[in-house]
C-alpha cells in the first residue's frame, strides 16, 4: 500500500509570512504525528492527532498548529514565519496512538518530508 | 536536554569494521525503537524491544534493550557503505503517550 506523503517536498517563504504543510497517511491509519528537524536540535515533537483529536502537543509556539480531517489527513500551519522555523517538517502515520505503560507500541511511519527554508 | 542521549553523535568508520550505538536516559520506557534515516528521506524503523534485557538481531545489526528499560544499544558486525546513515532511537515513557527521539547518531562507512 501507498506510504506516507507530505507536500510540498520543498517550500521557500520570506519571514512573516504564513505556510500549510499537507500529510496523507497510510490507509488505515488514523493516528499522525509532525516533527520538526534540524541539524542542532534533531527530531523535535510537534502534535499528535487521532480520531481528529489533538492527543498531544510539543514544546512549541503557538504559531504551529495542525488539524486533522475525517479521511484522517492532516495539515500543519506555521503563521508569522521566523528565520529559525526553517527545517524538515516530517509527518509520521501509525495504526494506533503510543500508549505509556504500554508494552506494545505502533511503529511510525514517517513521509519524506517537507523542507521549509525561510529567508 | 533531550529525553533520550545517543553517543556518539558522530562516527566514521572503515567497511568492514564493528561499532556501537548508545541510547540512555534517566527515564523508563515501555518500548525503545531504532529507526535509520537516509538523505532526503523519512525514517524508517529498524526494529523494537519491549522487554528488559531483551536482544534482537537483524542480520549484521544487533540490539539490546537494558534490564531496567532505561537504555539500549545497537550493535553492527562487519560495516558496509549500506549501513550510512543517521540513527535514531525513539521511545515511549511508561507515564506518558509521547514518542521521544534520541539525538542521533550520523554514520559513514567508508569503502
Known amino acids: 500500500k501507498a506510504g506516507v506523503t507530505q507536500t510540498p517536498r520543498y517550500l521557500i517563504k520570506t519571514r512573516g509570512q504564513q505556510v500549510t504543510l499537507s500529510c496523507s497517511p497510510i490507509s488505515g491509519h488514523r493516528s499522525v504525528s509532525w516533527y520538526q528537524q534540524t541539524p542542532g536540535q534533531g527530531l523535535q515533537f510537534l502534535f499528535e492527532?487521532?480520531?481528529?483529536?489533538?492527543?498531544n502537543k510539543g514544546n512549541f509556539p503557538g504559531r504551529f498548529s495542525g488539524r486533522q480531517f475525517s479521511n484522517s489527513r492532516s495539515e500543519m500551519n506555521v503563521s508569522t514565519l521566523e528565520l529559525g522555523d526553517s527545517a524538515l517538517y516530517l509527518c509520521?502515520?501509525?495504526?494506533?496512538?503510543?500508549?505509556?505503560?504500554?508494552?506494545?507500541?505502533?511503529?511510525?511511519?514517517f513521509g519524506n518530508g517537507t523542507r521549509l527554508t525561510v529567508t | 536536554t533531550q529525553l533520550l542521549e545517543q553517543s556518539p553523535q558522530f562516527l566514521s568508520i572503515q567497511e568492514g569494521e564493528n561499532l556501537t550505538v548508545y541510547c540512555n536516559s534517566s527515564?523508563?520506557?515501555?518500548?525503545l525503537q531504532w529507526y535509520r534515516q537516509e538523505p532526503g528521506e523519512g525514517p524508517v524503523l529498524l526494529v523494537t524491544?519491549?522487554?528488559?534485557?531483551e536482544v534482537k538481531k537483524l542480520k549484521r545489526l544487533t540490539f539490546q534493550f537494558g534490564d531496567a528499560r532505561k537504555d539500549s544499544s545497537l550493535h553492527i558486525t562487519a560495516a558496509q557503505p549500506g549501513d550510512t546513515g543517521l540513527y535514531l532511537c525513539?521511545?515511549?515513557?511508561?507515564?506518558?503517550?509521547?514518542?521521544?527521539f534520541g539525538t542521533g547518531t550520523s554514520l559513514t562507512v567508508i569503502p
Open positions: 492527532y487521532f480520531s481528529e483529536t489533538q492527543r
Open positions: 527515564s523508563v520506557f515501555s518500548s
Open positions: 509520521a502515520s501509525s495504526h494506533l496512538p503510543g500508549t505509556g505503560g504500554s508494552s506494545y507500541n505502533s511503529p511510525l511511519h
Open positions: 525513539a521511545g515511549i515513557r511508561n507515564t506518558g503517550n509521547q514518542f521521544y
Open positions: 524491544v519491549v522487554t528488559g534485557g
